[in-house]
């Protein structure tokens, strides 16, 4: 572990967007940790349960057996437990650290749930309204993004911060998005320059270590709605 003296543990789901969020803020600090894959649906760990006995639900980060939860306060609790490890995340500057934290909370409780309503709708007229719902929000994130980055490659200017690692947990869910359910979020004719910053980020060497490869999440996907409904059909009989 860090500096051998640190013991890090993550329990989570390798599919996670949330668990892929607090792995990239790791990789890119550079630290190391024990990975704990948990079953959610079957098996969950006690650590698990003792580590979030609220909703028992990953991500959970152990550090030196303390336990923190929910992953935009991990990433930030990583940012300060370890600000002398790697490159600081979260700006220095209280006006824009405040700001970084108002478009993460802005990307999860905004374009991540109307993105999932969408990829959920039963109908063609309940995904529509998700889609314009989703459409906008996505605007009012390219605006952020020029307000942030000040017309550099990423939302903390020349180099990969707080809000990176926000957005960059939902990549991969975005690709799923566009194959399974043809909703592609980001466009080149709609949002150029998010479309342009996903590609940068996922060049990076230190997100290309983290972010899972899209057919497995496909198969993943697939194999998780088909659950879902063979739940729902036997409470139905």
Same mark, same amino acid.
């Given at each position: 572990m860090t500096g051998g003296r640190e013991e890090l543990k993550l329990l989570g789901t390798w599919a996670s967007p949330?668990?892929?969020?607090?792995?990239?803020?790791?990789?890119?600090?550079?630290?190391?940790?024990?990975?704990?894959? @948990?079953?959610?649906y079957h098996n969950k760990s006690e650590l698990l349960l003792t580590s979030n006995p609220v909703h028992k639900k990953v991500p959970v980060l152990v550090?030196?057996?303390? +336990?923190?939860?929910?992953?935009?306060? $991990?990433?930030?609790? $990583?940012?300060?437990?370890?600000?002398?490890?790697? +490159?600081?995340?979260?700006?220095? @500057? +209280?006006? @824009?650290?405040?700001?970084?934290?108002?478009?993460?909370?802005?990307?999860?409780?905004?374009?991540?749930?109307?993105?999932?309503?969408a990829g959920r709708a039963k109908t063609e007229e309940e995904k529509a309204e998700a889609l314009k719902q989703t459409f906008a929000e996505e605007k009012t994130l390219v605006a952020?993004?020029?307000?942030?980055? !000040?017309? !550099?490659?990423?939302?903390?200017?020349?180099?990969?911060?707080?809000?990176?690692?926000? &957005?960059?947990? &939902?990549i991969p869910l975005a690709y799923v998005g566009e194959a399974r359910?043809?909703?592609?979020?980001?466009?080149?004719?709609?949002? +150029?320059?998010? @479309?342009?910053?996903?590609e940068r980020f996922g060049a990076l060497d230190a997100a290309k270590a983290i972010l899972p490869e899209v057919d497995k999440l496909i198969e993943y996907s697939k194999a998780k709605q088909a659950r879902a409904a063979a739940v729902a059909a036997a409470a139905r009989n």
């Open positions: 949330f668990v892929i969020r607090v792995k990239l803020a790791l990789s890119f600090k550079g630290l190391s940790y024990e990975n704990v894959e @948990e079953d959610l550090h030196n057996g303390k +336990p923190v939860c929910e992953s935009q306060l $991990i990433v930030q609790y $990583i940012d300060e437990a370890f600000s002398t490890d790697g +490159p600081s995340l979260l700006p220095a @500057e +209280p006006y @824009e650290r405040a700001m970084a934290r108002f478009w993460a909370a802005y990307i999860d409780d905004k374009l991540f749930v109307s993105a999932l309503q952020a993004f020029k307000e942030c980055s !000040k017309g !550099k490659p990423f939302f903390c200017g020349d180099s990969v911060g707080y809000l990176d690692i926000v &957005l960059g947990g &939902l359910f043809g909703i592609k979020l980001f466009d080149s004719t709609r949002s +150029p320059l998010l @479309e342009a910053w996903v």
